[in-house]
C-alpha cells in the first residue's frame, strides 16, 4: 500500500521529515463548539452520526472546510468497538456514554465476541465516502481507542473519574483484566486494519485515562497491549500515533511500542520530550487546550511560544494536549489555526 498523501505536510512531519512549517489539526476537531454540527446533531442521535457514511463524513469535513486544518480525522468514537464486541453503548447528552451491562466477571468477558470487522462495516464505508470529498486534497486520521481506556468503559459502565473498578480488577484479578485486555486488542487490531484497508492515511490510539496508572501497571495492562497493536498493522507507510493523557511521564515507554509519533499532553516541554526519544520518533502537541479560553494576544504569543522552542526540530504537529471543550468560542479556534499557518516566525 502506497501512502497517497506522502508528500502532505501532516504526513511528512509524522514521518519525521523536513516541512515548510509545522502541519496544524486538533484533536476533537469536529464538535459541539461548532454551530454547524448542532445544525446535525439536533436531527440525529450521535451513535445515528457515526453509523451513517454520508453524515459522518459531514461531519468529518466541517474542520476541513471551516478551520482549514491540515488533516481530517474520521468521525466515530473510540467505543464503537467495544460496542460490536457486546457492549450496550448509549450516550446521552450531559451524562456521557454509558454501557448498560458492564464486564465485571469471566462470564462477562467471555460472551465478548472478537469476529466482529462485519459489524464495524460502516467505518470503512465512512471512509470511503470520506476520501472522495476530501479529493486527495488533505490527509485523513483513522484512529481507536487503547485497550486499557476502552476496558475502562466496559468495566466501570460509562466515565468515572477514579477508575476504581476497572483498577481494582487490575490488582486483585490481573488474569481477568489480561483476557478482557487480550479481546480488546486483537478487535482493535483488525479494526484499524480495517481502516488502513479502507483507505485512512494515519492512525492514532487514544489512550486517554493512561495517566491513571502507575508506571508498572500502565506497562503491563496498557503499553504490552498497544505495542502488540502496533506490531500487528499492515501499514507500511502509514504512519502510527500514540496519544495518551500522562504521556509526559510515559512517553519514554510509549517510544518502545515503535509509534511513528507520540501526542504529548500539556505539562511537558514537548522539546525535552522530543529529545529524550529516539530518533525518527515525532511529536504532536501540546497547547493547553483552555489556552483557546484566552485573549488573541495571549493565544498567538502562547503559539509562537511552542513553536520557537520546537522549530529547529523535523516531526513536530501542532495539535492540543487534549481535545477541543465544546464550549469553546470557535473564533479562537480558527484565529490559532490562522495563527499556525500564516504568522509563525
Ligand atoms: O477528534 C475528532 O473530532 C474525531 C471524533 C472523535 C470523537 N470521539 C467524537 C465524539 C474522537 C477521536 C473521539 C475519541 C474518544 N471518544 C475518546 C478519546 C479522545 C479523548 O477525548 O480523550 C474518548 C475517551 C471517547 C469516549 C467519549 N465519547 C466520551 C467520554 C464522550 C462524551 C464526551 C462529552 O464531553 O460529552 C463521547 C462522545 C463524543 N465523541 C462526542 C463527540 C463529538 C460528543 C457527542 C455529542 O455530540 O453529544
Known amino acids: ?21 509545522p502541519p496544524v489539526w ?8 461548532m454551530k454547524e454540527y448542532w445544525n446535525i446533531k439536533n436531527r440525529y442521535s450521535f451513535l445515528e452520526m457515526c453509523k451513517t457514511p454520508e453524515i459522518a463524513a459531514d461531519v468529518t469535513m466541517l ?17 464503537v468497538t467495544a460496542e460490536a464486541m457486546g457492549g450496550k453503548l448509549s450516550f446521552t447528552q450531559g451524562v456521557g456514554p454509558r454501557f448498560s451491562n458492564p464486564v465485571r466477571n469471566l462470564r462477562d468477558v467471555e460472551s465478548l465476541e472478537t469476529a466482529v470487522t462485519d459489524k464495524l462495516q460502516y467505518v470503512a464505508e465512512a ?8 479529493d486527495g ?34 490488582h486483585n484479578e490481573p ?43 500502565y506497562k503491563e495492562f496498557s503499553h504490552q497491549y498497544i505495542s502488540k497493536i502496533i506490531a500487528g498493522l499492515n501499514r507500511q507507510d502509514i504512519p502510527v500515533i500514540s496519544f495518551c493523557k500522562g504521556s509526559s511521564v510515559f512517553a519514554t515507554l510509549m517510544a518502545e511500542a515503535k509509534p511513528d509519533v507520540i501526542s504529548v499532553d500539556w505539562n511537558a516541554d ?16 501540546n497547547l493547553d487546550p483552555h489556552i483557546l479560553y484566552a485573549d488573541k494576544k495571549v493565544i498567538k504569543e502562547r503559539i509562537l511560544r511552542l513553536y520557537r522552542n520546537m522549530k529547529e526540530e523535523n516531526g513536530f504537529i501542532f495539535n492540543l494536549g487534549h481535545g477541543i471543550m465544546p464550549d469553546l468560542p470557535f473564533g479562537n479556534v480558527k484565529y490559532a489555526v490562522d495563527v499556525i499557518k ?3 516566525e
Not at 472546510?65 to 468521525?75: E, K, R, S, T, V
Not at 489480561?178 to 494515519?202: M, W
Open 1 to 21: 500500500m502506497i501512502n497517497k498523501q506522502k508528500d502532505s505536510l501532516f504526513i511528512k512531519a509524522a514521518l519525521s521529515q523536513p516541512t515548510e512549517r
Open 26 to 33: 486538533m484533536m476533537r476537531q469536529a464538535g459541539r463548539f
Open 63 to 79: 474542520p476541513v472546510d471551516l478551520l482549514g486544518i491540515d488533516a481530517a480525522i474520521l468521525f466515530s468514537d473510540i467505543l
Open 127 to 134: 471512509i470511503k465516502v470520506i476520501q472522495q470529498r476530501l
Open 137 to 170: 486534497k488533505l490527509p485523513l486520521i483513522g484512529f481507536a481507542g487503547a485497550p486499557f481506556t476502552v476496558m475502562s468503559y466496559l468495566v466501570e459502565g460509562g466515565s468515572s473519574k477514579d477508575f476504581k473498578l476497572t483498577k481494582l480488577m487490575l
Open 175 to 217: 488474569q481477568l483484566a489480561h483476557q478482557l485486555l487480550s479481546k480488546i486488542a486483537e478487535v482493535t487490531t483488525a479494526y484499524l486494519n480495517l481502516q488502513i484497508e479502507a483507505g485512512v492515511n494515519a492512525v492514532q490510539i487514544f489512550d486517554s485515562w493512561a495517566m491513571a496508572l502507575a508506571w508498572d501497571d
Open 270 to 285: 514537548l522539546l525535552t520530550v522530543k529529545k529524550s526519544l529516539p530518533a525518527g520518533i515525532a511529536v504532536q502537541g
Open 342 to 344: 500564516n504568522e509563525l
